[in-house]
């Protein structure tokens, strides 16, 4: 069994996109990119904190705007419609999910599609299924074939199957996996809460993608001998041994799964580090297209 560590794909691509900020810099470009939080979810704090700091790690400019939960709509979109005219940002990111009174799908609609590193606005999300390469790819499915890639596991004419139907990552997975490539090319199922039988179908799985948010949801009996399983879920679940209280775990039992899986990825550390990282590269992939220069190489 293979414990495919997200950790060091996610160093990988941070260091190729280190090496792409250093070449911008030579043409004199700095990508920039800023991130919006609204109200104070302390997992979404963790999140935007780390995603800055990645910024500062990769020389990426970065703005973080934080604004109280109260903000009303139109005080988001106005500062949405600002970093839109800001010239030094090529990426702008609102994290999920808002305050209950403000509108998502306004909010995503507004960010100019061009700045959409998250690649959520609708126009992205349609090129994406056109199978446009050079567009946006949305980050966690783009992380999840990143590991797939890294190490090698080939996916053409498997099975794989994707539990969960988010916006943000069940959808866009389908999607990616039922490209062409060879770590795509899937025949794929996707299953959600109202699916009957789900475990005669996740036991069909030669790829195995949980993204429910539900903790250690998918138990050993659920998956195929020798099954790559990816770990999309991130729950924090009571742990008053620990000194923050909680701890982490996926949304697969990992013990049971490890000992039939060829191939898992672990919590932390599998596909959640792939998300900042699969940002950087968005970021850098807006700075080149607003400025009409290659990509470079990292
Ligand atoms: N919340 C959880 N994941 C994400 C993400 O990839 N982007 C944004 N904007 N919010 C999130």
């Known amino acids: 069994m293979q414990v495919l560590s997200g950790k060091e794909v996610s160093s ?21 990119l800023a991130v919006v939080i609204i109200g104070d979810d302390p997992a979404s704090h963790v999140y935007v904190n780390s995603k800055v700091k990645t910024c500062e790690e990769l020389g990426i400019y970065s703005i973080k705007e934080q604004l109280p939960s109260e903000t009303s709509q139109e005080e988001v979109l106005k500062v949405v419609r600002e970093l839109n005219n ?20 306004t909010i995503i609609e507004t960010i100019s599609p061009e700045k959409d590193v998250d690649c959520f606005h609708p ?43 988010s916006n943000i ?17 899937c025949t794929v199922t996707i299953c959600h809460s109202r699916t009957q039988n ?16 539900k903790p250690e949801f998918v138990t050993a ?8 399983v990816v770990d999309v879920g991130i729950n924090r679940i009571d742990a008053p041994e620990k000194k923050r209280g909680f701890r982490l775990v ?7 799964v490890a000992s039939k899986a060829s191939a898992i990825t672990p919590v932390p550390g599998g596909v959640g580090p792939m ?24």
């Open 123 to 165: 126009q992205n999300v349609g090129n994406m299924l056109i199978g446009d390469e050079d567009g946006f790819v949305p980050c966690t499915p783009a992380g999840v074939i990143e590991i797939l890639k890294y190490y090698q596991l080939k996916t053409a004419g498997k099975h794989a199957v994707v539990l969960g139907r």
């Open 198 to 213: 789900l475990e005669e179908i996740t036991k069909q799985a030669d790829v195995l993608i949980a993204a429910i948010g």
């Open 12 to 32: 990988f691509v941070k260091d190729r996109v280190k090496g792409q900020v250093l070449k911008l810099k030579e043409q004199g470009l700095q990508p920039g």
């Open 250 to 256: 996926g949304d697969v039992a990992y013990e049971e």
């Open 86 to 105: 800001n010239p030094k940002i090529h990426g702008i990111l609102v994290q999920s999910p808002p305050p209950k009174h403000i509108d998502e799908r």
């Open 169 to 185: 990552v069940g959808k866009p997975m389908v999607a990616l996996l039922a490209r062409r490539g060879d770590y795509a090319d």
């Open 221 to 228: 009996d659920m998956v195929k001998d020798g099954a790559v």
């Open 275 to 298: 998300t900042i990282a699969m940002l950087m590269q968005n970021t850098i992939t807006a700075c080149c297209q607003q400025n009409n220069t290659e990509i470079p190489e990292g």
